[in-house]
């Protein structure tokens, strides 16, 4: 996905003119940032998620992209093995994917031990993404119906 907007604070992180003018972000498509203006740009959407506003709900998204452009990187990574789901950080994703969804599969509702972790899209970027795994019950798995 590409942006097609961005906050004031990110334009002056990025040194872009605000308001956005015409064209900004091909101007923009190869700004890299380090990791102190990552830090700074956290800071600043941080405090601007607080408002109960426009502001706040796009703050909101913008944290969500700087988490996972880590995220996108390291299934990137661990996607290249030729046995990525027999990975260390396969395991650690389910384990911590079920105990986010309280042991309740995803599809039906149900509380159980017998739970299996799936991908809704089969995405190498998005392996290890939780937005992109669903908690299933070996009924619900059988299904095939992955949509939430």
Request: with cysteine.
């Amino acid at each position: 996905m590409k942006p097609t907007t961005c906050l004031p604070v990110e334009a002056i992180l990025f040194g872009i003119a605000y308001p956005l003018k015409k064209n900004w972000l091909k101007q923009c498509a190869d700004v890299v940032l380090s990791k102190h203006q990552i830090g700074v740009l956290r800071k600043a959407l941080t405090e601007i998620c607080e408002e109960d506003s426009r502001r706040g709900y796009f703050a909101s998204k913008g944290l969500k992209v700087l988490e996972r452009g880590h995220v996108v990187e390291m299934s990137l990574h661990v996607h290249r093995d030729q046995f990525p789901f027999q990975t260390e950080e396969w395991t650690y994703a389910v384990r911590a994917k079920i105990n986010m969804a309280n042991s309740r599969c995803q599809g039906c509702g149900v509380v159980s031990s017998q739970l299996t972790v799936k991908q809704i899209k089969a995405v190498p970027a998005l392996f290890l993404d939780f937005d992109n795994l669903l908690v299933l019950c070996t009924g619900c798995e059988k299904d095939g119906q992955y949509a939430r």
